[in-house]
């Protein structure tokens, strides 16, 4: 019997569960957008789709590490940028082959990331000023790297190797599009890393109390500025990707990314103040805001106008999300949920 | 000689010398950038920027972060530009613009002290549909062909030196300095960026000084808006993307802790002009401008890490110093 009340408390916490709301939400998205053009409904068109969100993926799953650590990382649209300006460069310019020229430009993701996180957690430095004053220097690397070699920022480099671009557009399984892979290959990777490795645990307790983590001996500067360089790694990567995406380097590639990136992460639910924070939370959120705007889209709503209910998600978001944790709305929740005994209600209104 | 040192330590201080050490190294280099009319231009183009980061300021010191403030500014440069190409009187388009300013802020206010949403968040999300407005309400096109009377007051000058605008802007700015590092309820802020639990006992109204502070940096984001209608002479769709993050870059320069309780709207400003000042520099040294970003972001990173530095130099000298005190104390008491 007591079994039975557990099984049923695990599985009403669990339709309860902010995991659960998001999926919802992307099935209540399909539906509308599906039923606004039917054309949405296609399984081919909704894949390919994940092309157009998987920079922001990319980034959003290491994101997450960061945000657990209690930090943040708004660099991570400038490190985009130059590693795409790194790769171009090195291709077009140096004569390198373009896949050597993109492990330059994740090794410079690497050493950007490694700045961040050393300034954060060595230094001591706040993290939003941290990587606010290295966005700005990364940017500026990147158009000063453009101009050094003679190249346009406006039209950039363009006319990458058909294998280079087939690395977004090319399909190893006919029909399904490579980003599928990239992106699972990813999820996985971060999934193990986060819930069922030693590191993850690690960056968890460093979020929830970074000195008990001190005191039960962990190297917490280390653990932090792993979580900068995994995010660095990951923007030189999505930097790539999307050098391939659009067969061309920019220095303001990834300019926009930035909000989208935080957003997909705190809506996936994880705490922007650090110490919790899920994976699977991020990927579904990135998939909320994905198909929210490629709905919108299809549903020919211009697409700069698709910042509103990205916007208005968040905020409503991050609403039930603070009111879940506020013990007065809670209180009256429960109230209106189950109705406690009358004695207990008594005891309520003497306190 | 004590006051000499304390206002030696002070932050406004710092950025001043450094401020005027840019104008002496990039004036050694080429005289022309220590005319009047280089100086004048740097005045001008930095009025916008001191709005910004004079809002930005209360927010920070609360403890909060504002990065809704390039959208308040598009849409109401939006506003204020369309209804007065329309014939609207300029005085009441621009009441109606810092009301409307005032209310964004206070939607952020209400969700970051009332409902308890983190005001990164909650700026965000606000960024999110400002950003989407401007393009509804312009319908994607520039707003153009604003009248003359609107545009000239912005080049106007009195003794020919000083900027009306850069009147206006030293009338503002100096009164709120005063009100907020003398006034009682000016403290409010920083003591509620200092200690929220301590100012909760103390019995400072924390939600209203929060939802206060956004409610001024709305305010001073749509005067900034009006200003850049006046000043540039169109809106764009993209105008004011980013814009934010100069803001609060030049709270930093100017000493703005980003964790609140510590700054000042002399020190935003400040830091405000030595954005701008960079910019000009790098044209009177004839850099190329695409060095721009890299220059400004080298020169927030050494200006925070150097005084995080020494700030810590000089409070674990102090300690040592008070502990050898205690030590020879001990010695002599034996």
Redesign the interface.
């Known amino acids: 019997m007591s079994n039975l009340n557990i099984n049923m408390k695990n599985l009403r916490r669990a339709l309860l569960s902010w995991d659960t709301f998001l999926l919802v939400i992307i099935l209540l998205e399909v539906l509308i957008f599906g039923l606004i053009n039917p054309k949405f409904w296609r399984i081919g068109l909704l894949l390919n789709s994940i092309d157009d969100f998987l920079i922001i993926g990319v980034v959003a799953l290491s994101m997450t590490f960061v945000i657990i650590t209690g930090g943040i990382d708004i660099s991570a649209g400038s490190m985009i940028g130059l590693s795409s300006v790194v790769t171009g460069l090195l291709w077009q310019v140096y004569g390198m082959n373009i896949w050597l020229a993109a492990f330059f430009a994740i090794l410079s993701g690497i050493l950007c990331g490694m700045l961040n996180g050393f300034l954060v957690s060595y230094l001591d430095i706040q993290a939003m000023v941290v990587t606010l004053g290295t966005s700005f220097l990364f940017s500026g690397i990147a158009l000063v790297l453009m101009r050094f070699a003679g190249v346009s920022a406006y039209e950039g480099i363009s006319g990458f190797p058909q294998s280079f671009k087939s690395l977004m557009s090319g399909h190893i399984i006919p029909g399904l599009p490579n980003s599928i892979f990239i992106l699972i290959i990813l999820v996985l990777i971060s999934l193990v890393l986060l819930s069922k490795s030693k590191y993850g645990r690690y960056v968890i307790l460093t979020g929830i109390n970074q000195n008990a983590a001190i005191y039960s001996g962990i190297n917490t500067r280390i653990i932090k500025m792993s979580a900068y360089m995994l995010v660095g790694m990951s923007s030189a990567f999505s930097g790539i990707l999307l050098s391939s995406y659009l067969n061309s380097s920019r220095s303001d590639f990834g300019a926009e990314t930035t909000l989208s990136i935080i957003t997909a992460v705190v809506l996936g639910g994880t705490l922007i103040t650090g110490g919790k924070g899920s994976v699977i939370g991020t990927l579904l959120a990135t998939f909320v805001l994905g198909f929210m705007k490629f709905g919108l889209q299809m549903a020919r709503v211009p697409t700069q106008y698709t910042n509103i209910p990205t916007g208005v998600l968040l905020i409503i978001a991050s609403l039930i999300g603070a009111l879940s944790g506020n013990s007065y709305f809670r209180s009256r929740l429960k109230l209106v949920f189950n109705r406690p005994k009358k004695s207990v209600n008594n005891f309520e209104k003497k306190l | 000689m004590n006051i000499l040192k304390s206002v030696i330590y002070k932050r406004e201080a710092t950025v001043s010398f450094f401020l005027i050490g840019i104008f002496i190294l990039v004036g050694i280099v080429n005289p022309d950038f220590l005319t009047l009319t280089s100086i004048d231009l740097i005045s001008q183009n930095s009025i916008l920027y001191i709005f910004l980061a004079t809002g930005m300021t209360f927010v920070l010191l609360t403890g909060n ?1 504002d990065v809704s403030v390039g959208g308040i500014l598009g849409l109401c440069g939006a506003i204020i530009a369309t209804l007065v190409r329309d014939g609207a009187n300029p005085i009441f388009s621009l009441l109606l613009v810092l009301l409307l300013g005032s209310l964004f802020g206070l939607i952020n206010g209400l ?1 970051v002290a009332i ?4 005001s ?3 700026t ?10 401007i ?2 309400y312009t319908g ?1 096109k520039w707003v153009e062909n604003l009248p003359d009377y609107f545009k000239n007051p912005s080049s106007q000058m009195l003794f020919d030196a000083l900027n009306v605008y850069m009147l206006i802007t030293l009338l503002i700015i100096i009164p709120l300095q005063i009100y907020i590092s003398k006034s009682k309820r000016g403290r409010y802020f920083s003591a509620v960026g200092d200690n929220y639990n301590g100012a909760v006992l103390v019995g400072i109204p924390v939600k209203k000084i929060t939802i206060l502070s956004f409610v001024l940096s709305g305010l001073f984001a749509a005067l900034a808006g009006s200003v850049y209608a006046s000043q540039i002479g169109f809106i764009m ?1 993209s105008t004011g ?2 814009i934010e ?1 100069i803001a ?2 030049s709270c ?1 320069l100017g000493g703005v802790s ?2 609140g309780g510590i700054g000042s709207v002399a020190g935003a400003s400040l830091g405000a002009v030595i954005m701008t000042t960079i910019t000009s520099a790098l044209v009177y040294l004839k850099v ?1 401008a ?9 020169l ?2 050494t200006i ?2 150097s005084d ?2 020494i700030h810590r130099y000089t409070a674990e000298r102090a300690k040592k110093i008070r502990l050898a005190a205690h030590v020879e104390n001990m010695e002599i008491g034996q």
């Open positions: 972060i969700g409902a308890g949403i983190p990164i968040i909650m965000l999300g606000t960024l999110g549909i400002l950003r989407g407005m393009v509804v994607g769709n993307v980013g993050m609060i870059a930093v980003l964790s190329d695409s060095w721009n970003n890299a220059i400004s972001g080298m927030l990173i925070v890490v995080v530095l």
